[in-house]
C-alpha cells in the first residue's frame, strides 16, 4: 500500500512578490552604464574630457599670466561639459527609442516613471562628476600654472562652487526634457540648440520682447549663476526661465514616454 502525498493547490507567488522591484539605485547605476554603452555617447565622454583638458593647455599656453588662476582656469573649463553634456542627457533617453531598446527596458521595468527618474538621477549624477573632475583639473592645472610664473592664485568665491553646478545641473536637465518631449535623438538636438538661440537674438532685436526675455530667456538668467551672491531677483528670473525650458518640457515629456506605444 503506498501513501499518497496531498499536492498544494495554492497558486505560485508571482515572480515579481519573490524578487522585489528593483532599487532605484540599481536602475540609476544601469542608467550611468548606459551613457557610456552606445558610440554615440562614449565618444561624447571621450570629446569632454579633451575638450575640458584643452581649455587648460589653451590658458597655460596663451593666456597672460595674471589670467592664469584657478578661478579662471575652473570657468573656462567647465564651457566644453556645459555645451556637451546636455547632448548625453538627450541620448540618454531618445536611445531607448531610436535603437528600439526600450522594449526591452519598459517589460524588465514596467513603470516607466521609474526608469525615467533614474535617467535624470543619472544625469544630475554625470553632471556632478563632470563639475568635480574640472575642479582637479583646473587644480592640477593652475599648480602648473604656478611654477611656470603664472599667478596661480587660489582664490574662488564659494557661492560660485555650487551655483557652477547648479548650472550644469539645469542644462543636463534641460537636454533630458527636451529629448523626453521630441523622442527622436536629431531632432531634439537641433531643437535645443536652435530654439534657444533663436529666442535669445529675438529678445536682443525686437524692443517689445526685451522686458519679456528678461524672465524667460534661460540663456540671459543663467549669467547670474557666473557671478558671486545673486540677488534675489536674479534668483526669481532664473526660477520662471527654468520652469519654462526644464520644467514644462520635463513634465511634458514624462507624460509622451508614459503614453508612447512601444513597437
Known amino acids: 500500500m503506498t501513501a499518497t502525498v496531498p499536492v498544494s493547490t495554492a497558486p505560485a507567488a508571482p515572480a515579481a512578490a519573490a524578487t522585489g522591484r528593483i532599487p532605484l539605485t540599481r536602475l540609476t547605476v544601469v542608467e550611468l552604464r548606459k551613457l557610456a554603452d552606445t558610440r554615440a555617447g562614449s565618444w561624447l565622454l571621450i570629446v569632454i574630457g579633451l575638450a575640458t583638458a584643452a581649455t587648460s593647455a589653451v590658458l597655460l599656453g596663451w593666456a597672460p599670466d595674471e589670467e592664469q588662476t584657478f578661478s579662471a582656469l575652473y570657468s573656462f573649463g567647465l564651457l566644453p561639459s556645459s555645451v556637451l553634456l546636455p547632448v548625453l542627457g538627450i541620448l540618454s533617453v531618445t536611445s531607448e527609442w531610436s535603437q528600439r531598446s526600450a522594449l526591452a527596458t519598459f517589460t524588465l521595468v514596467p513603470a516607466r516613471g521609474r526608469v525615467l527618474l533614474a535617467k535624470i538621477a543619472a544625469a544630475i549624477l554625470i553632471a556632478i562628476a563632470a563639475t568635480a573632475a574640472t575642479a582637479v583639473l583646473a587644480a592640477g592645472a593652475n599648480v602648473l600654472a604656478s611654477?611656470?610664473?603664472?599667478?596661480?592664485?587660489?582664490?574662488?568665491?564659494?557661492s560660485l562652487i555650487w551655483q557652477s553646478l547648479l548650472l550644469q545641473v539645469i542644462f543636463v536637465l534641460m537636454g533630458?526634457?527636451?529629448?523626453?518631449?521630441?523622442?527622436?535623438?536629431?531632432?531634439?538636438?537641433?531643437?535645443?540648440f536652435a530654439l534657444p538661440t533663436v529666442w535669445?537674438?529675438?529678445?536682443?532685436t525686437i524692443k517689445g520682447l526685451g522686458d519679456a526675455a528678461e524672465w524667460l530667456d534661460l540663456n540671459v538668467t543663467s549669467q547670474a549663476l557666473t557671478e558671486p551672491d545673486m540677488t534675489s531677483g536674479e534668483w526669481a528670473?532664473?526660477?520662471?526661465?527654468v520652469g519654462v525650458w526644464v520644467g514644462l518640457p520635463l513634465a511634458l515629456g514624462t507624460i509622451r514616454v508614459l503614453r508612447r506605444e512601444v513597437s
Open 237 to 241: 528670473r532664473l526660477a520662471v526661465s
Open 200 to 204: 535669445t537674438i529675438l529678445g536682443e
Open 176 to 192: 533630458v526634457a527636451f529629448g523626453a518631449l521630441l523622442l527622436n535623438s536629431p531632432l531634439a538636438i537641433v531643437i535645443y
Open 147 to 158: 611654477a611656470l610664473g603664472g599667478d596661480g592664485s587660489w582664490s574662488l568665491d564659494s
